[in-house]
């Protein structure tokens, strides 16, 4: 048995996908650049999925959906894109702390380019705090652009985006937030949001591996980081991989139905797993319980022992998880987003991350439960730290 507990870092591919997808890996292979009717065919397809995704996310009716192979291209041609695209006017970007690497690695590079980068740190609950932003956007006044993410990848908070927008606009920079966790999960509406751009990703929703897009409103100057036969309204070149492209428009498709079944049936299995652990295993804490939290996402301590031996004892039992961002790779660093909530080393060292999805049912929240209690107890007989107990 597989209790997949991990779907912060990957989903697997709906039926309906799958489905969807199938014809454009066999018989509907154009190329949406060619002119005759298997190019027209690919090219029909591309057009239908941004308007989709427009339609999804209620996105301006001029906006552009650029796909990307990643929401990490997505999040470095947002950043790059406005960086090169406004310095003229500005070196200065603002972050979060608490950003994916595919943000805060492309700040890195920016500033060995000159730009100045501030990270703006975030309460216990890992919201991030609107007065440092708000006091970052008056000490620099030439700041192009705030980037901050609908919801965080490591422990769910929500950030509160549209307070952000506009503190962000009054003072002239533009905004754009990495939804990569929050597509299908929470209601994400662009116009209500008035945010300049959204970064998405199809396979943290049951949408194939390998593309992302970023959603641009109208007039918002960006300069490509991939250059070549000018696909993708110039912005990102390379010949579309369109059997991905209908995926993700499937599953875009499908966000509202997928909406419901989270705050719903996925919601009260996350509030049972976290209970359940919370109560019956000692020396352990939930990190976030932010009032605004993705309803699949929790990330519990078990002080005196140590996150990796514990997902390994895990998957000894056929459970997958994670210590938090598994997206990076398999090196294991230390998360930057319990550090940045303040959180003891010990707290840090001891992290779970357990990411529900659609799939999962009530015998797997028990069965991972006793698992936990019994690998818990064996972990901490021989942890240095809580071996007396
Ligand atoms: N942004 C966030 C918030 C993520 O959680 C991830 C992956 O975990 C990414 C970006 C990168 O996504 P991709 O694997 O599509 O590059």
Redesign the pocket.
């Known amino acids: 048995m597989v209790v997949y507990l991990d779907n ?3 989903t697997r591919l709906h039926d309906k996908v799958i489905e969807a997808m199938m014809p454009y890996m066999s018989i509907k292979y154009g190329n949406p650049s060619s002119l005759h009717s298997l190019g027209r065919e690919a090219k029909r397809v591309l057009d239908d999925a941004r308007e989709s995704i427009k339609d999804a996310i209620n996105l301006n009716a001029n906006a552009k959906v650029v796909f990307t192979a ?4 997505a ?1 470095n041609l947002a950043l790059k894109g406005i960086a090169y695209a406004l310095k003229g006017k500005g070196k200065s970007i603002v972050v979060s702390s608490i ?2 690497e ?2 805060l690695e492309p700040c890195k590079a920016l500033e060995r380019e000159g730009f100045k980068v501030t990270y703006i740190p975030v309460d216990s609950n890992a919201i991030v705090s609107i007065d440092a932003i708000e006091h970052a956007l008056r000490e620099n006044r030439d700041t192009i652009l705030v980037s901050v ?1 609908l ?3 490591e422990v769910g908070s929500i950030q509160p985006l549209k307070d952000i927008v506009e503190i962000a606009h009054r003072y002239n920079a533009l905004v754009h937030t ?1 939804a ?2 929050a597509l299908g999960k929470i209601a994400l509406d662009a116009k209500s949001l008035c945010v300049d751009l959204i ?1 998405l ?4 929703l049951y949408g194939p ?1 390998g593309i ?1 897009a970023l959603c641009i409103n109208s007039n918002i100057p960006l300069e490509p980081i991939i250059h070549g036969g000018g696909h993708e309204y110039g912005l990102r070149s390379g010949t579309q991989n369109i059997p991905a492209v209908v995926g993700f428009s499937k599953v875009v498709e499908m966000s509202r139905e997928f909406i419901d079944v989270y705050s719903s049936r996925v919601k009260a299995l996350r509030d049972k797993l976290e209970r359940s652990i919370l109560e019956s295993i000692k020396y352990t804490r939930l990190n976030s319980t932010a009032k605004d939290r993705l309803p699949n996402t929790t990330n519990i301590s078990f002080l005196g022992i140590n996150g990796e031996d514990l997902i390994i004892k895990l998957d000894e039992h056929g459970i997958c998880a994670s210590t938090g ?3 990076s790779t398999l090196k294991q660093k230390e998360s930057h987003v319990l550090r940045a909530m303040n959180l003891s080393k010990d707290a840090r060292n001891g992290s779970l991350r357990l990411t529900l999805g659609i799939y999962n049912e009530e015998h797997e929240i028990d069965y991972t439960v006793s698992v936990l209690e019994k690998v818990v107890n064996e972990l901490r007989k021989i942890s240095p730290i809580l071996s007396s107990e």
């Not at 990703?201 to 943290?204: G, R």
């Open positions: 912060a870092s990957t990643s929401a990490t291209e999040n950003e994916h595919s943000i993410m919801a965080n990848n990495d990569a966790q970064t990703s199809a396979h943290k591996k992302g961002s598994a997206c």
